[in-house]
């Protein structure tokens, strides 16, 4: 009879797959917060909670469904958020988008029929959308090359060296190559750090609802996180043999968005690319003990909520186009998988082009932004051409 693993084993694959999934994405999540309004202290308050909230979510769910089912912010979304930018309102009115979309999800729980609306809009709209919103961000390391070459060469030469070795940890080390040239230019200024900065804490937010904030930032912030995490993260775990509860998934990460909100937090969703990390044999070869892992996840998770402040600063100290580049390479996978799916089906593929066209502008008509428009465009678009025809 063969020896089982050692226990060690789920619990440190718990904690990589933590620390690959925070120190992969943290910098797109305060990028997108404070585009939409969101001082220093509550993008760093932000973090703070969506780094909780995700943790307790990732615990409550393996543990409740002895599963390896981890939970984690929506990185589209906070994708959406840097490119949309302001809304009428400002961060309040952010902060009750953020609300809203905790809304919508918890009603995809209780009422069928919403997310059965939402699958019906075409993957390639939909992956096309987010693509458009994506590409900004992805452009960021190829224009940070000629905007501060000696700071963004090593992060890009990292990530490249490390995507051919160990592609798990290409963004990681690429934000480590990052701490490096943000602690050298700091050592070269001689600029004192302000402790306080690296104290976590809350900055609660009173909400607001503007039209402009929930049509442009509520819906579109629902639909990427249900189509690009969701939908992908329950495909991966069945992947693996197991069947996610999706009432009560959709009900614990609904009240963890909400729960979340006022803090700052814009939502957190099913884990979908990271998800294999713990779900996976590599985890634990028996996949009765894997949810150790889920477990695992999440209080790493809580641990390193305790240092988000420290990384909310790390991103305030940094040279101009270092931070914006370990996003835009962060970004990379999920950019390449959106556009292949996008245009994967030949009879879809102007519509998904015209939606990743609005998306990618950047434009902002009656206070909604390019997200809803691109959604729209691309609906319609494939409306005429589709009409008639079986």
């Given at each position: 009879m063969p020896t089982a693993a050692p226990l060690s084993r789920p619990i440190l694959a718990g904690i990589v797959t933590a620390l690959v999934g925070f120190t992969s994405s943290f910098a797109v999540v305060l990028t997108g917060l404070s585009?939409?309004?969101?001082?220093?202290?509550?993008?760093?308050?932000?973090?703070?909670?969506?780094?909780?909230?995700?943790?307790?979510?990732?615990?409550?769910?393996?543990?409740?469904?002895?599963?390896?089912?981890?939970?984690?912010?929506?990185?589209?979304?906070?994708?959406?958020l840097a490119a949309t930018g302001v809304v009428e309102g400002?961060?309040?009115?952010?902060?009750?988008?953020f609300l809203v979309a905790a809304a919508l999800i918890l009603l995809t729980a209780l009422w069928p029929a919403l997310g059965a609306l939402i699958a019906r809009i075409p993957p390639s709209?939909?992956?096309?959308?987010?693509?458009?919103?994506?590409?900004?961000?992805?452009?960021?390391?190829?224009t940070g090359l000629v905007t501060n070459p000696w700071g963004v060469i090593?992060?890009?030469?990292?990530?490249?060296?490390?995507?051919?070795?160990?592609?798990?940890?290409a963004v990681p080390l690429a934000f480590l190559a990052a701490t490096v040239v943000v602690t050298v230019s700091l050592v070269q200024e001689g600029a004192p750090v302000d402790a306080g900065l690296l104290v976590p804490?809350?900055?609660?937010?009173?909400?607001?609802?503007?039209?402009g904030a929930m049509i442009g930032v509520a819906l579109p912030l629902f639909i990427v996180t249900m189509a690009s995490q969701n939908v992908p993260g329950i495909a991966i775990m069945?992947?693996?043999?197991?069947?996610?509860?999706?009432?009560?998934?959709?009900?614990?990460?609904?009240?963890?968005?909400?729960?979340?909100?006022?803090?700052?937090?814009?939502?957190?969703?099913?884990?979908?690319?990271?998800?294999?990390?713990a779900a996976s044999p590599d985890a634990d070869p028996d996949p009765k003990r894997r949810w150790v892992a889920g477990v695992s996840t999440g209080a790493s998770y809580l641990v390193l909520g305790g240092f988000s402040a420290a990384f909310a600063a790390l991103v305030l100290l940094a040279p101009d186009a270092v931070?914006?580049?370990?996003?835009?390479?962060?970004?990379?996978?999920?950019?390449?998988?959106?556009?292949?799916?996008?245009?994967?089906?030949?009879?879809?593929?102007?519509?998904?082009?015209?939606?990743?066209?609005?998306?990618?502008?950047?434009?902002?008509?009656?206070?909604?932004?390019?997200?809803?428009?691109?959604?729209?465009?691309?609906?319609?678009?494939?409306?005429?051409?589709?009409?008639?025809?079986?």
């Open positions: 585009a939409v309004g969101a001082t220093p202290e509550q993008a760093a308050s932000g973090l703070l909670a969506v780094s909780l909230t995700m943790g307790l979510a990732c615990v409550v769910l393996a543990w409740r469904y002895r599963m390896p089912i981890t939970v984690a912010w929506s990185t589209p979304g906070a994708a959406l400002g961060w309040s009115a952010a902060v009750g988008a709209i939909a992956q096309a959308m987010l693509a458009g919103v994506l590409l900004p961000l992805c452009l960021a390391p190829i090593p992060i890009v030469l990292t990530w490249l060296v490390f995507a051919r070795l160990a592609p798990r940890w804490r809350f900055e609660l937010t009173a909400p607001t609802f503007t039209l069945r992947s693996f043999g197991y069947e996610v509860p999706w009432r009560p998934a959709m009900l614990v990460t609904g009240l963890g968005t909400a729960l979340g909100a006022t803090a700052g937090g814009h939502a957190i969703n099913l884990a979908a690319i990271s998800a294999a990390l931070i914006p580049a370990v996003a835009g390479l962060a970004l990379f996978g999920a950019f390449g998988a959106s556009v292949q799916q996008a245009i994967d089906d030949p009879g879809e593929r102007i519509p998904a082009v015209v939606t990743f066209l609005v998306a990618a502008s950047g434009i902002s008509l009656l206070g909604v932004s390019a997200a809803f428009w691109a959604l729209v465009a691309g609906l319609l678009v494939r409306t005429v051409l589709h009409a008639g025809r079986r």
